[in-house]
Structure formats: structure tokens, C-alpha cells
């Protein structure tokens, strides 16, 4: 699978961005779709998760109620709406797919979200 993520920015505390993730390839659409990041100094952490075929999603507590995933089947691209952001959001946010296995093999290059306070 082959990820492209965009929309990242820089933003004020409680706004919100979208972020989008352009998949391709022959084996998506059987995958786990994931969005992880990466703050400075930090390991990098799951944020959210859909099943490409049943739309089932799961989040990260910290961002549950605030992060929303989705995924466009007609254009092959997954989103990641964030609202009412935090200083403590600000990282590098990756793209991620999980085919076949239990691991996220596939990553796209990150795109960065810096939230001032």
C-alpha cells in the first residue's frame, strides 16, 4: 500500500484541521487504515484506526470525543478530522496501513501539526 498525507498546519488551541491520506495499490481495501504521531522527544503513538471494509473505527483515549477517522471508498482516501486541538496535539502525524497481519507495515511521510497555546 502506498500513502501520501497532507493537511497538516499550524494552528491556535481549539481550532480544528483535517488531515487527509491518499491510499493506492492492489490490497488496501483489505487493510486497517491508521493515523499515529510523533511529538518531539516521544515515542510515536497510535491516534486512531478504521477497517477499510466496515468502516469500524477505534481511537486513542486522549483523542476520543476530539478526532474523528473516515475514509472515502470512491477516492480512496482516509481523513482525520481534528477539533478543539491542544498544545499537547503538536507532532508529526503519519498515515499507516495493516494488511494481512498485526502490524502496520506500510507508512506514508508525516505531516506535521503544531498547536500554539
Known amino acids: 500500500v502506498q500513502l501520501q498525507a497532507c493537511g497538516g498546519g499550524l494552528v491556535q488551541t481549539g481550532d480544528s484541521l483535517r488531515l487527509s491520506c491518499a491510499a493506492s495499490g492492489s490490497t488496501f481495501s483489505t487493510a486497517i487504515m491508521g493515523w499515529f504521531r510523533q511529538a518531539p522527544g516521544k515515542e510515536r503513538e497510535f491516534v486512531a484506526s478504521?477497517?477499510?471494509?466496515?468502516?469500524?473505527?477505534a481511537y486513542a483515549n486522549s483523542v476520543k470525543g476530539r478526532f474523528t477517522i473516515s475514509r472515502d471508498n470512491g477516492k480512496n482516501m482516509v481523513y482525520l478530522q481534528m477539533s478543539s486541538l491542544k498544545p499537547e496535539d503538536t507532532a508529526v502525524y503519519y498515515c499507516?496501513?495493516?494488511?494481512?497481519?498485526?502490524?502496520?507495515?506500510?507508512w506514508g511521510q508525516g505531516t506535521q501539526v503544531t498547536v500554539s497555546s
Open positions: 478504521i477497517t477499510w471494509s466496515t468502516g469500524s473505527t
Open positions: 499507516a496501513a495493516r494488511v494481512g497481519g498485526p502490524l502496520f507495515r506500510d
